[in-house]
């Protein structure tokens, strides 16, 4: 059996820690989706504040998305240009 | 009705109008430091292109979103949301391989609009400072 490289064990842990990277992805996503959910309620309740639940909401949503873009941007660096492989 | 889609708009536009200053604000300081700034203006505006279309097509999503049955409604959102993640990594996908886009100034670009929102509607409002250190318990009314 061939010994294990430096190289192939960062890579190796690259691609590990660009898989719970992408987690982070998935947190703004359902809290979105929720957040999307309570304001529908929010509109049934009294539609007349729909204009002030869509702008508070199109405002929180967009500053979560940012978020999962963060874990996004580490994952796909740590694949395609991983800055560690060249450290070795 | 039409009184309440023009708000959203008007909020829309606003912030697209402040993303596209700090995106000349940036391209102008970036042109005077940097030796190639080329890579980098390239990166900024792709990267802030897709961040306004995201912005606008979360805006259609919500205001859709909220005229349906709350069930459907999530499920409609989130569904939408991994579309638009989707795009995202393309983006950076697309410009971690280009050699002629800089992948810095399409992450700038693309995370700009939060700080655009935070620097326009929550440090701007003195009320945030004020309260910053205090307790909700110490409030009177208990909110």
């Given at each position: 059996m061939e010994p294990i490289t430096g190289k192939a064990l960062v890579l190796a842990c690259s691609a590990i820690g660009a898989g719970l990277a992408m987690?982070?992805?998935?947190g703004p996503g359902i809290g979105q989706g929720y957040a999307a959910g309570k304001g529908a309620e929010g509109v049934g309740r009294q539609p007349e504040a729909q204009g002030d639940i869509v702008r508070t909401m199109l405002l929180g949503a967009a500053v979560a998305e940012t978020t999962g873009i963060y874990g996004l941007v580490i994952a796909l660096i740590l694949l395609f240009a991983n800055p560690l492989v060249k450290l070795l | 009705m039409a009184n309440e889609k023009n708000t959203v708009k008007d909020l829309e536009k606003s912030i697209l109008k402040n993303m596209l200053f700090a995106d000349i604000a940036i391209a102008i300081l970036s042109a005077l430091w940097m030796d190639e700034p080329m890579p980098f203006l390239l990166g900024l505006i792709f990267g802030s292109a897709i961040s306004a279309l995201n912005f606008k097509e979360l805006a259609i999503t919500l205001t859709k979103a909220v005229n349906m049955p709350p069930e459907k409604a999530q499920s409609f959102t989130t569904r939408k949301y991994f579309l638009r993640y989707i795009v995202t990594a393309v983006v950076i996908f697309v410009s971690i391989t280009a050699?002629?886009?800089?992948i810095i100034g399409t992450i700038i670009g693309l995370v700009m609009i939060k700080f655009i929102i935070l620097a326009t509607n929550l440090f701007n409002d003195k009320k945030f400072y004020k309260n910053?250190?205090?307790?909700?318990?110490?409030?009177t009314n208990g909110r």
């Open positions: 987690i982070a992805g998935i | 050699p002629y886009i800089n910053i250190l205090k307790r909700k318990e110490d409030e």
